[in-house]
């Protein structure tokens, strides 16, 4: 691990400074140029980082101290560089989330808010299909209405994988008070969860 380390900062040092370095030596140079390279070295600050909390983890570190140094949870720090080992096949788990869930998301809430039951109702899975209908969706709708008011907009969703699902949870702003929804979607990006829930209280 020490010497991946080591080649991950002299990758980025080496990117950091041709990015640094092009703006001296050419002055019309193209200016996707310099994008392209702030992005190579976005991506190898990455790589650097991940390798840097596994280095950390095999000497014995904590989730929770993995998160304070990153300034969040032990949960987020673990979704985002964990390596969950799934208890049935005892195989290292997919841990990608599917890329288009942001997305997705918020196109399930435009949905919701402009009354639109049906077309949130087609994206269930089979197994939420029979569990909650299209009046049934505009009822739970109309009573999170009749508690915090008329929905007003939604957050960045985050992301992140869980075992054979990609859940999504997006601040949702309502004239009265805030909720969160919680979406989990399958691979072929059906919804396998619906939520809304109150939002998680301040630490």
């Given at each position: 691990?020490?010497?991946s380390?080591?080649?991950?900062s002299?990758?980025?040092?080496?990117?950091?400074d041709g990015l640094l370095a092009a703006p001296a030596l050419a002055e019309d140079q193209d200016p996707l140029a310099a994008l392209r390279a702030a992005t190579t070295v976005q991506t190898r600050a990455a790589e650097l980082l991940a390798?840097?909390?596994?280095?950390a983890r095999d000497a014995g570190a904590t989730w929770q101290q993995v998160g304070d140094v990153l300034g969040t949870s032990r949960q987020a720090a673990f979704q985002r560089f964990g390596r969950p080992i799934?208890?049935?096949?005892?195989?290292a788990m997919d841990t990608t989330?599917?890329?288009?869930?942001?997305?997705?998301?918020?196109?399930?809430?435009?949905?919701?808010?402009?009354?639109?039951w049906a077309?949130?109702?087609?994206?269930?899975d089979a197994t939420v299909a029979e569990r909650l209908t299209a009046e049934g969706l505009a009822a739970a709708w109309a009573q999170v209405v009749g508690t915090v008011g008329g929905y007003e907009r939604h957050g960045e969703v985050a992301v992140a994988r869980a075992a054979d699902f990609t859940v999504t949870n997006t601040p949702l702003a309502f004239e009265a008070g805030d909720?969160?929804?919680?979406?989990?979607?399958?691979?072929d990006r059906s919804i396998a969860g619906l939520y809304l829930l109150p939002p998680e209280p301040a630490k």
């Open positions: 691990m020490p010497d380390l080591t080649a991950l002299t990758a980025l040092r080496r990117e950091l390798a840097a909390v596994q280095r799934d208890p049935r096949t005892g195989e989330p599917l890329p288009e869930a942001a997305d997705l998301a918020a196109a399930v809430i435009d949905d919701l808010a402009r009354s639109r077309d949130v109702v087609a994206r269930f909720m969160v929804a919680r979406i989990s979607f399958r691979d």
